[in-house]
């Protein structure tokens, strides 16, 4: 049987669909995103047992072998979730639909649900897609560049070209750079850092010794020199020499400038790797279809481990 988040129906997952599928199709697509290695048939994930009674009334399941009971989301991000499995699996269509991002408020509006359910929902959604670019390596040819970010940011910076951004580094002590690594037409690596220059020894970590690797101007890539094949690119006179160039990286700074302007309008400092991370998924996902995209969220969820930052985030 085919998983229903990879079947041609899903390929354009639309709202509507979600909701006329039912909670037990919904239930279903969890399991199949959960043990995909077992056609969604339910795995102890004590022991790994493939025999377990159901327990259909609880949607529980417990171990012939070790008699360990769970159900599908126990000890994934989902765990003791709130929400009917259609609202977490239109929350996940919701997420990824949103190309700048989805603000908590929204997700909260569209769901009717409280908004603390939903800002740990997002992100934990978050914490699934940067699973992905964890421990990456990076090769081929790949742009970096920094950006800062975070801290309060008056409206009129979002018009100041990027010289003027880097002189703002004393304007607010709560600003921080992202850095990011991207392969041209591949996957991107980001990391925050405390200044540009501190980026160099992530990038020395994530990127492979044969990679070409393409930098602006700026002095603290010079160092690059040393270990890489490295094109700089003077942005104070072109954007592309044909060759030389960051277009991927700024796009992807584009995108995640448009996530904290037009979405959140303000990203607190502890949350601003992880809104890199979800930029950084977005831009290397942008071609997927939004069907695809939920189940690589949804994939990644349920094979990630409940979440440390965010489980019983407000009983704390
Ligand atoms: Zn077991």
């Not at 970096?144 to 409206?155: E, I, Q």
Request: with cysteine.
């Amino acid at each position: 049987m085919q998983r229903f988040l990879l079947s041609a129906a899903a390929r354009t997952l639309s709202l509507k669909a979600v909701f006329r599928m039912g909670e037990d199709k919904a239930y279903r697509t969890f399991c199949e995103m959960r043990w995909p290695e077992n056609d969604g048939e339910a795995v102890c994930p004590r022991c790994g047992c493939t025999e377990t009674y159901s327990i259909t009334t609880r949607r529980k399941f417990k171990c012939v072998a070790c008699h360990h009971q769970f159900s599908v989301t126990s000890g994934t991000i989902f765990a003791s979730r709130k929400m009917s499995f259609t609202d977490l699996l239109a929350a996940i269509v919701i997420f990824v639909n949103g190309a700048k991002g989805v603000a908590a408020l929204h997700l909260s509006r569209d769901l009717d649900c409280q908004y603390k359910t939903a800002f740990v929902l997002t992100h934990k959604l978050r914490e699934a897609m940067a699973r992905e670019d964890m421990g990456r390596t990076l090769s081929g040819e790949v742009e970096v560049d920094g950006a800062y970010f975070g801290g309060y940011v008056k409206p009129a910076n979002a018009k100041e070209n990027r010289r003027d951004r880097r002189l703002a580094i004393n304007q607010n002590g709560k600003r921080e750079v992202v850095v990011v690594m991207r392969e041209r037409d591949g996957k991107s690596v980001t990391a925050v850092h405390k200044t540009e220059g501190a980026g160099v020894a992530t990038i020395k970590a994530t990127v492979s010794a044969d990679t070409v690797i393409h930098a602006d101007e700026a002095s603290h890539w010079d160092v690059l020199h040393a270990q890489y094949e490295t094109h700089r690119i003077n942005h104070s006179q072109t954007y592309s020499d044909g060759y030389a160039c960051t277009n991927m990286a700024e796009s992807f700074f584009s995108r995640l400038r448009r996530m904290e302007i037009g979405t959140h309008h303000h990203i607190a400092g502890r949350y601003l790797a992880s809104y890199a991370a979800e930029a950084s998924w977005r831009e290397d996902n942008r071609r997927v279809s939004n069907g695809g995209m939920a189940a690589k969220v949804g994939d990644a969820a349920m094979a990630a481990p409940v979440s440390r930052q965010w489980k019983g985030y407000w009983q704390r």
